[in-house]
């Protein structure tokens, strides 16, 4: 089987270490993969967004199946132009990608599909975006409606806050198209959950829930960035929470999408927000997430390729299987990132037990073959364990090792399952009493 994966990030890497350790006699070619790639797969210097070239290599190399990690592509069309010309691929058609790159279709769908989500006002007109916010009042979330690379949320603690963002948004244009139209939205609190779904269209299957941790700074402060970090299982994640997810959001925003005309299939991705009401969407994405994905795959003991064969045509419903134990990714971020991150630094990685993975995200070969920076998440360095805590300890105690000037990286990844554990062990050890105020 001969595989085309599109993308050269830290989720590209897990997917092709993923489909390399379940057979090892797969062909793979990347475009553009990176050096971690390149242990895998065969890398051709395409970028993700040259449609035409990746169609004639797909076509010049009788690729069986093709894999689509980053959004970018899919909403540009790449499913619908693969498929005209018959094509396997696994991915959203464009259509069907708005559920991602248009955040105000997004919440029209869930609105008609009757999904729980945050209420929402999407608008291109700065007077009724400041209205709304006036309406909703404060804390409330700004949205580039967009695509803008997790620079397009803004989670305001005031009304003032608010009002500066709608200005920057729609005065300023300071995202351009992705900020020509915003949603106003109301704040919801809660824990957060990523939970992936494998689909056909119709036929769905979840993957176990994992939690991402996008501020830069520990204790979930600092800046929004792509993700700093992942782990799973989740106990919030329980089988009856995704059943619930699957029944009142998964399955009816499927079925909306296939009587409107843009069945998805390929990976449905809820952002979810378990809030005391119960599970609501935060944002869908139209792609596997990164970094959640290089936490999961490592657990994943069903084989990846079937599953991505199936979502491109016809899925089989089946259960998927996992190690036991939790999984923790830690990233490790150049100097800058998020907002300039500086690239071109030597990088060197510490040897690493079998069971943990060194993900490549931003890395290049300079002339002379060294490894060196070359992107904002320079690594992600997955580690097994029999719980999170243990899991989280290795993870860091890798990422601490990694040689590149400047680096950035939190050391809490897993926090809140860490934490719920020690009030957990206290409560088992002391009088109860003890945890009451
Ligand atoms: P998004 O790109 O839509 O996932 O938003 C980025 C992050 O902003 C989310 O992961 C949440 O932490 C936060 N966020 C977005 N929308 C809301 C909301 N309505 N209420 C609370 N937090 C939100
Ligand atoms: N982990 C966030 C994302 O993939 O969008």
């Keep these: 089987m001969k595989v085309l994966l599109v993308g050269g990030g830290g989720r590209e890497h897990a997917l092709a270490w993923k489909l390399h350790s379940d057979d090892p006699s797969i ?28 169609l004639a290599l797909a076509q ?6 093709t894999v689509v990690g980053p959004e ?22 464009a259509a069907a990608a708005r559920i991602e790159s248009s955040k105000s279709f997004a919440k029209r769908m869930m609105g008609e599909a009757g999904v729980p989500t945050a209420r929402a006002v999407a608008t291109r ?73 494998l689909t056909d269209g119709a036929t769905a ?30 106990a919030i994640g329980t089988p009856a929470l995704v059943r619930d997810v699957m029944d009142r959001i998964i399955h009816p925003s499927l079925r909306w999408m296939r009587e409107n005309g843009s069945a998805f299939t390929g990976l449905l991705y809820a952002g979810l927000m378990i809030t005391r009401e119960g599970p609501k969407v935060v944002e869908f994405n139209c792609r596997f997430g990164d970094p959640e994905t ?5 657990l994943q003991v069903s084989p990846l390729l079937p599953l991505l064969e199936g979502a491109a045509g016809r899925l089989v419903d089946s259960a998927l299987t996992w190690r036991s134990g939790a999984s923790v990714t830690t990233v490790v971020a150049a100097a800058g990132y998020p907002d300039s991150p500086r690239t071109g630094d030597e990088l060197t990685i510490p040897p690493v037990a079998a069971d943990v993975h060194v993900f490549h995200a931003g890395t290049a070969r300079d002339p002379a073959d060294k490894l060196v920076s ?18 989280a300890a290795r993870s860091r105690e890798v ?30 050890t002391r009088p109860s009493s003890a945890l009451q105020p």
């Excluded at 290089?294 to 490592?298: K, N, V």
């Excluded at 070359?374 to 899991?391: F, M, N, W």
């Design 60 to 65: 010049r190399e009788k690729v069986g199946l």
């Design 205 to 234: 299957i979840p993957m176990l829930a994992a939690q991402d941790h996008k501020r830069l700074l520990d204790g979930d402060a600092g800046p929004n960035t792509g993700g700093m970090g992942a782990y799973a299982p989740v």
């Design 125 to 197: 007109d700065i007077q009724a975006a400041k209205r709304a916010v006036r309406e909703f009042g404060a804390p409330v979330v700004i949205k580039a409606s967009g695509l803008a690379a997790g620079k397009g949320v803004v989670v305001a603690q005031t009304t003032a806050e608010a009002e500066a963002a709608v200005d920057r948004l729609l005065g300023e244009r300071a995202l351009g198209d992705a900020g020509s139209e915003i949603l106003v939205e109301e704040f919801m609190e809660g824990e957060e959950l990523s939970l992936f779904v």
């Design 294 to 298: 290089q936490a999961l795959l490592p």
């Design 399 to 428: 990422a601490e090792r990694v040689g590149l000037e400047g680096k950035q990286l939190r050391r809490d990844i897993g926090w809140r399952a860490i934490d719920a554990r020690a009030v957990a062990d206290a409560s088992s």
């Design 27 to 54: 062909e793979l070619i990347a475009a553009p993969g990176n050096p971690g790639i390149a242990e895998h797969a065969r890398c051709e210097t395409i970028a993700p967004t040259d449609l035409d070239g990746l």
């Design 72 to 93: 970018a592509p899919l909403a540009a069309g790449i499913v619908d132009r693969f498929r005209e010309r018959g094509l396997a691929i696994f991915g959203p058609t």
């Design 374 to 391: 070359a992107g904002g998440r320079v690594l992600s360095i997955t580690a097994l364990g029999a719980d999170v805590r243990e899991a």
